[in-house]
């Protein structure tokens, strides 16, 4: 593992850019491709944004980890809230217009991994990424 980078986020969708602007800035600095960085933040935006709008409370924010090993890039959203049940998710009917529901289907689309890890207070949301 190289050069772990450890942000805390408010927990509200006003911080949401800045999560993904701290993305963008690691990214940047591992001299990646446009498409893969564009990839990488949108999956970053969708789940802070799942966190922001499961959310029960704006108290207790959460945590993105970013990292490098092996030629991937490893990204961990930590909740400590627990706030979005997995085992509840349906994937999107793609044949019906629907408004929202689509931010696990697209981290899952454009992650090379995606997998959600039920902690004992809370969840861990990690991807990872080739570069």
Avoid: W
């Avoid at 490098?68 to 961990?76: E, F, M, P």
């Avoid at 995606?114 to 207070?121: G, K, N, Q, R």
């Amino acid at each position: 593992m190289t050069n772990k980078i450890v942000i805390e986020i408010p927990r509200s969708s006003k911080y949401v850019s800045v999560a993904r602007m701290n993305v963008l800035s690691y990214c940047n600095m591992l001299n990646l491709p446009i498409d893969k960085i564009e990839d990488i933040k949108l999956c970053v935006s969708e789940a802070c944004n799942n966190i922001v709008l499961h959310s029960p409370s704006d108290v207790t924010p959460f945590r993105i980890e970013i990292y490098t090993c092996k030629s991937k890039i490893y990204v961990n959203i930590i909740d400590t809230i627990g706030s979005f049940v997995f085992s509840d998710y349906q994937e999107p009917n793609l044949n019906e217009v629907q408004e929202g529901g689509f931010g696990i289907f697209i981290i899952r689309s454009l992650a090379d991994s995606f997998s959600v890890t039920d902690m004992e207070i809370g969840q861990v949301m990690s991807l990872s990424f080739r570069m």
